[in-house]
């Protein structure tokens, strides 16, 4: 358990004892401007060069959007934006910035200002598979128990990478899973697609933990400032699963899924 000078700074909410759905929507970028109204100005983001041009920036604000009304009509469920500090330019985590901007626009049609209690961050996640995993233990460390569903709204052309790489890496148990694909628009779908299989399900398929070489590398480059994440003390449960990295064998091949006991193993039957 986290220790007594951990614990004795958490106030939960009585509401988080009735949530049990898990909404994530995986970030891709970081905004910095300050009006919602010009979020489609690609100034105030910080995009990688493949991201420039193109639909992505309305699909990223559609991301949000769905992630708010599915988080609307279900009183049970918490929304968990999922991003790291991962750009030198920016101080902000991906999540922190779409959290921001999901006020901004009012996604959440709050009667209080800038307030929704089902929305939180997970600000340490540098890939897609920690995105899923870490928003777990997030979910863990904000209500104090695991979630019984998940959805998780992204990019349609990688709802495969999600449905059947993360989830099996993890054993997530696929009947309390669901994916809510919005992509740009058609003609640059196509191109992300082809990326998508080459940069992302590909090398998933081989790295299922992506903790080797190249999905390695990816992650210590969107890490510059250095920083890890507090789910060891906070999702206690999930210390195998978090440090769980096949190895290679003689030929190269990179085998072995994890074993151990998960929280969920038992929780669905």
């Known amino acids: 358990m986290p220790p007594s000078s951990v614990l004795s700074t958490i106030n939960r909410s009585p509401t988080v004892n009735n949530l049990d759905h898990l909404i994530l929507v995986p970030c891709h970028a970081i905004w910095v401007g300050t009006k919602s109204s ?5 100034v105030n983001w910080i995009l990688e060069p493949y991201q420039r041009g193109g639909n992505r920036i309305a699909a990223f604000l559609e991301h949000i959007k769905q992630g708010a009304n599915i988080a609307l009509k ?14 030198l330019k920016s101080t902000s985590s991906e999540a922190e910035s779409y959290l921001r ?12 200002e800038n307030h929704f209690e089902r929305a939180t961050t997970e ?19 904000f209500t104090g128990r695991f979630p019984m569903k998940i959805t998780v709204v992204g990019y349609e052309f990688k709802k495969a990478r999600f449905t ?9 148990p696929l009947h309390s899973f669901h994916y809510v694909g919005v992509d740009p628009d058609a003609n640059h779908s196509k191109n992300a697609e082809e990326g998508e299989r080459k940069n992302g399900y590909l090398p998933y398929s081989v790295d299922k933990y992506g903790c080797h070489s190249l999905l390695l590398a990816k992650r210590r480059q969107r890490n ?10 906070s999702s206690p449960e999930l210390v195998p699963l978090l440090d769980w990295c096949p190895n290679i064998d003689e030929q190269g091949s990179i085998s072995g899924s994890f074993r151990g006991a998960l929280p969920w193993d038992t929780q669905y039957i």
Do not use: C, K
């Not at 279900?74 to 750009?87: A, P, V």
């Not at 901007?101 to 209080?112: K, N």
């Not at 995105?131 to 777990?136: E, G, M, P, T």
């Not at 250095?226 to 060891?232: M, T």
């Open 164 to 172: 059947d790489l993360h989830r099996a890496a993890i054993r997530w």
């Open 101 to 112: 901007l999901a006020l901004h626009s009012d996604v959440f049609h709050s009667a209080s």
């Open 224 to 233: 510059p400032y250095a920083r890890f994440h507090p789910y060891y003390v």
């Open 74 to 87: 279900d009183d049970h469920s918490l929304l968990i934006f999922s991003g790291g500090q991962t750009r």
């Open 38 to 42: 010009a979020y489609m100005d690609e």
């Open 123 to 141: 600000d340490y996640a540098l890939d897609s598979y920690q995105n899923l995993l870490f928003s777990i233990a997030r979910f863990r460390e």
